[in-house]
């Protein structure tokens, strides 16, 4: 469990043992995940799969932030015309 995630649940409204509980379900489901990881690394067929789903993750991810920066800025550059 990581105490930063703890303090951040915490801050956001939820009771120690909620913090606790998700924090625990957070960390088993990690464990999990580096298991099924492992496992499936040993199948060679399935490792351009795993590339073309981890490079799609962090494509979505970068999207979805870059997205919101160009949201805001369009926003800002209305609101400049109208002054």
Same mark, same amino acid.
């Given at each position: 469990m990581c105490?930063?995630?703890f303090a951040l649940l915490l %801050?956001?409204?939820m009771s120690v043992k909620q913090a606790l509980i998700y924090n625990a379900i957070s960390a088993l489901l990690c464990i999990?995940?580096?298991v099924v990881?492992?496992?499936?690394? %040993?199948?060679?067929?399935?490792?351009?799969?795993i590339f073309?789903?981890?490079?799609g993750l962090f494509l979505y991810i970068a999207l979805v932030d870059m997205v919101?920066?160009?949201?805001y800025l369009f926003i800002y550059s209305q609101n400049q015309h109208t002054i």
């Open positions: 105490v930063g995630d %801050n956001a409204g999990m995940g580096m990881g492992v496992a499936v690394s %040993n199948i060679s067929a399935a490792t351009s799969w073309a789903v981890i490079a919101v920066l160009v949201h």
